[in-house]
C-alpha cells in the first residue's frame, strides 16, 4: 500500500515539473539581437562617438562607426553618444637570457566606454573590456615596430567587436 502512494506521489511530483517547465520556458524571450522587429539597427546608427585621443584609439571609434552604422558613417544628427577611452600596453615574453632581448610579447587594448542617451543624458551602459593580440619580435627595429602596430590594430578590432555587441544588447533591451 505504501509503494501504491510513493508511486502515485512520484507521478505527480513529475506532472508538476513537466507543467512548471513549460511555464519557465513559455516566459523565455529569445530574440535575434540585429532582427528587424527590435529596432537594434536603427538605434546603432544613430550612434556618435567621442573623439580618438591616440592612433589605436581611433583604430577603435574606425571600427566601432564601421560596426554600428554598417559602413554608412556617423549620423548627422545622433541619438546616443559612446564616450571611450582607450590605451594600449605591450608586454616582453619570452625573455632570452643570454642577450636580454625578448622574442614575442603581447599587447593589450583596453577601452573604458559611456553610452549615454542624448536626449536626457542618461546613462544606458557603462562598461570595460580589453582584448589581447601576440606578436613576435623581429630582429631588426623597423619590423619590430611594424608588428607592434599591427598587433595593436588587430587588438583594437577585437575590442571594438566586443564593445559592439555589448552596445547592441544594452540598445535591444
Do not use: W
Not at 13 to 23: K, N, S, Y
Not at 126 to 132: E, F, I, K, L
Request: net charge positive; charged share 25%; hydrophobic share 40%.
Amino acid at each position: 500500500m505504501s509503494f501504491n502512494i510513493a508511486s502515485r506521489l512520484a507521478s505527480r511530483a513529475g506532472i508538476a515539473a513537466v507543467l512548471a517547465t513549460t511555464v519557465l520556458l513559455a516566459s523565455c524571450q529569445v530574440r535575434p539581437l540585429y532582427s528587424e522587429t527590435s529596432g537594434v539597427a536603427g538605434k546603432l546608427s544613430s550612434i556618435a562617438f567621442s573623439e580618438a585621443n591616440s592612433r589605436v584609439e581611433q583604430e577603435v571609434r574606425n571600427h566601432l562607426i564601421f560596426l554600428s552604422s554598417r559602413g554608412a558613417g556617423e549620423p548627422d544628427k545622433a541619438d546616443y553618444k559612446v564616450e571611450m577611452n582607450a590605451r594600449s600596453s605591450v608586454i616582453d615574453t619570452l625573455l632570452v637570457a643570454s642577450s636580454d632581448e625578448s622574442r614575442a610579447g603581447r599587447t593589450t587594448v583596453s577601452v573604458d566606454y559611456t553610452l549615454k542617451s542624448n536626449k536626457d543624458g542618461h546613462v544606458i551602459r557603462a562598461g570595460h573590456q580589453s582584448a589581447t593580440a601576440l606578436v613576435d619580435f623581429p630582429a631588426q627595429e623597423f619590423a619590430k615596430q611594424r608588428a607592434i602596430r599591427d598587433s595593436e590594430n588587430r587588438a583594437a578590432r577585437q575590442v571594438a567587436e566586443f564593445v559592439a555587441a555589448e552596445i547592441a544588447a544594452a540598445l535591444g533591451r
